[in-house]
């Protein structure tokens, strides 16, 4: 009788001399000797403790080109892994955080490593297949990602299925990146599920109460003219076009973001007042002195070179011109193994607010105002989570029970993180010289 090893060890790609690695490999471990018999090398991961010893004791021995290890805390694998042109792994969505799982693996392949994934698919292997191409690393101007190569029931475990996918280097700059982007991580289905958590027309934390709040610390007047860098659905530049007279350019990577923003500025009552594009920020070049404020919500965390960033800002501001950034940040003491693996696997940018403060002043600019909003911050998660709790019915029969787990799980390993002095979140606000 067939067993899952026989019938996943049918779909393997080829892996002859490659160095590889198994997740959970207790699952099936008739597949480590498998692997182990073709791959120059292979790391066993098994986070249960005597699984491991047990995988060891049946094929150590006879398996030189074998190593037998525990997943890093906060991590489905060991530290430092990386380089494997063959994963494979077992419940990588259905066992704890899918996202972190996922990206962990993603960023330890090789660009055209495989990941062979074994998991249940609740009857819909469609949105397994979406959470795992959802991933995606950013590395200089590229986008590292899965993409699927093929995909398959397993009729010896019945409601699992197998998913190959394929590493894949992809340029940010091209239409195939921002059609990723527009099919993964920034559906509209997905867009309007941060809508629900943060409030209509806003998907930063705190919603419109801190667009509120770091508005009217801008000293707007009617007439000026404001760029919000990551304007995602609008909300902040519609408050700003509203309440003060301003007219705002919206700048966006996501054409998904960019398309709601704009089918609601009739509705705004705003005019030419307020309007929305996609852009790179990096890439842009509007000319010294076009704006007079620049504002921008939890974006710049994906960006390298801030001081670059910060000096071009700089440039487009008038004499007398102010910035305001809200961002994600890290604390001063040494990060937890936990930690690094989540900045590790999304590919952020992270710095305390007070080195975020001196890159400011660095480009130029002064006044500056660091402030550590930490305390804040996590006084929004707690309130987005009790807000989504509160309403679990109407958001899992709008969004289903997966994207409702994603959410709380999410921002409660978040309120966790801040809690351990790791993750911080910053404002910032600095002036450009008369």
Not at 149 to 161: I, P
Not at 187 to 202: D, K
Not at 231 to 237: E, F
Not at 322 to 335: H, M, Q, T
């Amino acid at each position: 009788m067939a067993s899952v090893a026989s019938e996943v060890a049918g779909l393997l790609p080829a892996f002859k001399n490659a160095k590889a690695v198994c997740v959970g490999a207790s699952a099936a471990p008739e597949l480590v000797e498998t692997l182990a018999k073709g791959a120059s090398s292979l790391t066993v991961v098994e986070a249960d403790k005597a699984a491991l010893d047990k995988l060891q004791d049946a094929y150590g021995a006879s398996y030189s080109n074998a190593t037998f290890e525990t997943p890093a805390q906060g991590s489905v694998l060991p530290a430092e892994a990386s380089g494997y042109q063959l994963a494979l792994a077992f419940a990588l969505i259905s066992a704890g955080d899918a996202a972190s799982n996922v990206s962990c693996v993603l960023n330890s392949l090789a660009v055209g490593g495989k990941l062979v994934l074994i998991d249940a698919d609740g009857g819909k292997p469609k949105e397994v297949q979406e959470k795992a191409e959802a991933a995606v690393s950013l590395e200089g101007d590229k986008a590292l990602r899965l993409e699927i190569v093929v995909t398959d029931s397993l009729t010896t475990q019945a409601g699992s299925s197998v998913w190959v996918f394929e590493k894949v280097s992809t340029s940010q700059d091209d239409e195939r990146f921002q059609q990723f982007l527009d099919s993964s991580q920034y559906t509209r289905e997905g867009i309007l599920r941060y809508e629900q958590i943060f409030g209509a027309g806003f998907v930063s934390t705190g919603g419109p109460d801190t667009t509120k709040e770091f508005c009217a610390m801008l000293d707007l007047k009617a007439g000026q003219s404001v760029l919000d860098v990551g304007s995602g659905l609008g909300g902040s530049a519609y408050h700003m076009a509203k309440e003060y007279g301003v007219s705002v350019l919206g700048i966006d990577l996501s054409t998904n973001m960019v398309d709601i923003a704009q089918e609601r500025v009739p509705d705004a009552g705003l005019g030419d007042r307020v309007s929305f594009k996609v852009a790179d920020v990096t890439k842009q070049d509007y000319g010294a002195g076009s704006f007079d404020v620049i504002y921008s919500r939890d974006t710049i965390l994906h960006i390298t070179d801030k001081p670059a960033l910060f000096r071009k800002f700089f440039e487009w501001l008038k004499p007398g011109g102010r910035v305001l950034i809200s961002d994600y940040c890290c604390g001063a003491g040494e990060p937890s193994e936990r930690f690094r693996a989540y900045v590790a696997q999304r590919r952020y940018d992270l710095h305390t607010p007070a080195a975020y403060g001196k890159m400011l002043e660095g480009a130029g600019f002064v006044d500056v105002d660091a402030q550590d909003r930490t305390d804040h911050f996590v006084q929004c998660l707690q309130t987005e989570i009790a807000r989504t709790e509160a309403e679990k019915e109407s958001f899992i029969k709008l969004h289903g029970e997966h994207n409702y787990t994603y959410i709380i799980d999410g921002w409660k390993s978040k309120v966790v993180r801040c809690a351990d002095g790791d993750q911080k979140w910053g404002l910032f606000l600095a002036k450009k010289p008369e």
